[in-house]
């Protein structure tokens, strides 16, 4: 078995950056790993125009390491107000790469989300015909629903009516985390994919309450049960081109994590490639690592694949690479797992 591996560059098909000195703090350490990331725009306010897209864009760009080649794939925020015509002019001039679907109220800073989904009928014509896709955060914001039961709800209520009525739309099921998930993208035509998270292959729910409340395992969508995350090791690892990697890299301050009512989200950004790589030697896949992290996600968002490389080696990673991260004013970032050995490191990127 061989001790090192080399993969084209990974690309990143679901990141949050934050902004202001979160962002200048979390985005060298995904520009130094990552060729490419589609960067989620729910900042507040949120990324709703593409007046506010360029600017983010421009924020972005100005706090890359110098040299850096780093490309942020701009999405925006969809919302009830969303303007069709801004749109067309995006995929026209090439600069939006996406939209993001939250349901009001399912997540961090959703609460401008959709309500009424019969309201972005417009939004949704005018994707579909600019072939520009719609990323879905999948889950139902209903109090009556359990919160491990959602995602297979919002497929059952919102996401088949929705494909149904708009089949040339192409969507992005983004961070699943059932084996209703995955068999529901699996089963689906080429216009359905997923991506799935380091966190989702690596802990269930129980590990939430392992030894006590772990703020730091808590993300949405939460964990489910071990079934759930073998479902989505088998479908991560199969080679099948419809799941990709999207870190959902989403980082929040150790004050805001550690309280009373503390922030959903994961920082895995140092640690994601050690991690999959970890998964998929596990899972006897080494052979279709590339494919998850490299391929796939160039093939369905229909842009190149990156030219260069980066090197895997069978080694423990440079302790540096757990240290939580100093956002100045916002406070320590804490990085997901930091006391787990890990069995691989990135030795060139």
């Given at each position: 078995?061989?001790?090192?591996?080399?993969?084209?560059?990974?690309?990143?098909?679901?990141?949050?950056?934050?902004?202001?000195?979160?962002?200048?703090?979390?985005?060298?350490?995904s520009a130094a790993l990552f060729a490419r990331a589609i960067i989620m725009p729910n900042l507040v306010p949120p990324v709703r125009t593409l007046d506010d897209m360029r600017a983010y864009r421009s924020r972005i760009e100005a706090a890359l390491p110098e040299g850096s080649a780093?490309?942020?794939?701009?999405?925006?925020?969809?919302?009830?107000?969303?303007?069709?015509?801004?749109?067309?002019?995006?995929?026209?001039?090439?600069?939006?790469?996406?939209?993001?679907?939250?349901?009001?109220?399912?997540?961090?800073?959703?609460?401008?989300?959709?309500?009424?989904?019969?309201?972005?009928?417009?939004?949704?014509?005018?994707?579909?015909?600019?072939?520009?896709?719609l990323l879905v955060h999948g889950e139902v914001n209903d109090p009556d629903v359990d919160i491990f039961d959602r995602e297979a709800v919002f497929i059952e209520r919102v996401l088949e009516p929705l494909r149904r009525d708009f089949p040339g739309l192409r969507v992005v099921m983004e961070h699943i985390t059932t084996q209703e998930g995955a068999s529901y993208v699996n089963e689906a035509n080429e216009n359905l994919a997923a991506t799935i998270t380091p966190q989702h292959l690596i802990i269930n729910r129980t590990d939430i309450f392992r030894g006590g409340i772990r703020p730091h395992f808590f993300c949405l969508p939460i964990a489910k049960r071990e079934n759930h995350r073998q479902a989505l090791r088998k479908a991560a690892t199969s080679g099948n081109p419809k799941f990709f990697l999207g870190t959902d890299s989403a980082p929040h301050p150790l004050n805001a994590k550690e309280c009373a009512c503390g922030c959903a989200g994961i920082f895995n950004a140092p640690v994601t490639l050690p991690y999959v790589t970890q998964v998929f030697e596990e899972e006897g896949a080494l052979d279709k690592l590339e494919a998850f992290t490299s391929l796939n996600g160039p093939a369905f968002y229909r842009l190149p694949v990156n030219e260069d490389r980066i090197t895997l080696t069978r080694t423990a990673p440079d302790p540096s690479i757990f240290a939580s991260v100093d956002a100045g004013p916002g406070g320590q970032v804490v990085v997901f797992r930091a006391d787990t050995p890990l069995n691989w490191s990135v030795t060139s990127a």
């Open positions: 078995m061989s001790d090192q591996i080399e993969i084209i560059r990974p690309d990143d098909w679901h990141l949050h950056l934050r902004d202001g000195d979160m962002l200048k703090a979390v985005l060298p350490i780093f490309k942020p794939l701009m999405t925006l925020y969809l919302t009830e107000t969303t303007d069709p015509a801004e749109i067309t002019k995006g995929a026209e001039t090439g600069e939006l790469t996406a939209l993001k679907l939250y349901p009001a109220g399912a997540t961090t800073n959703s609460d401008a989300g959709v309500k009424d989904f019969t309201r972005i009928t417009g939004v949704l014509e005018a994707m579909q015909e600019a072939s520009v896709p």
